[in-house]
Nanobody, 124 residues
């Protein structure tokens, strides 16, 4: 079973930066498609960025501000968030698709493992 543990959330002012991490437990971490999602109270969970085998897709709302990377040697997925806005306030989750994929998956039902989430709060 895959376990995902997020960290790095916190409270920042608008314009600030945070770096989220997602540590995975599986030896085959490098073969999984991964994603970051976020959810605010009263809103549906939305994709922030999806990673396929060789490509990445960002939500329009974070393009140019967020950057995802993965260190397969450390089984860790990162999300660098810059120029944060109050509307970025949400619980952020990392997710893994271990059932095999090539291109980035943007729908939450494509992912079969989820972390517990880390809270990001951006004040104006």
């Amino acid at each position: 079973e895959v376990q995902l543990v997020e960290s790095g959330g916190g409270s920042v002012q608008a314009g600030g930066s945070l770096r989220l991490s997602c540590l995975g437990s599986a030896y085959t971490f490098s073969t999984y498609c991964m994603a970051w999602f976020r959810q605010s109270p009263g809103k549906e969970r939305e994709v922030v960025v999806g990673l396929g085998r060789s490509s990445t897709t960002y939500a329009d709302s974070v393009k140019g501000r967020f950057a995802v990377s993965r260190d397969n040697a450390k089984n860790t997925l990162y999300l660098e968030m810059n120029n944060l806005k109050p509307e970025d306030t949400a619980m952020y989750y990392c997710a893994a698709n271990t059932r095999g994929c090539v291109n980035p998956e943007l729908a939450s039902d494509k992912y079969n493992y989820w972390g517990q989430g880390t809270q990001v709060t951006v004040s104006s």
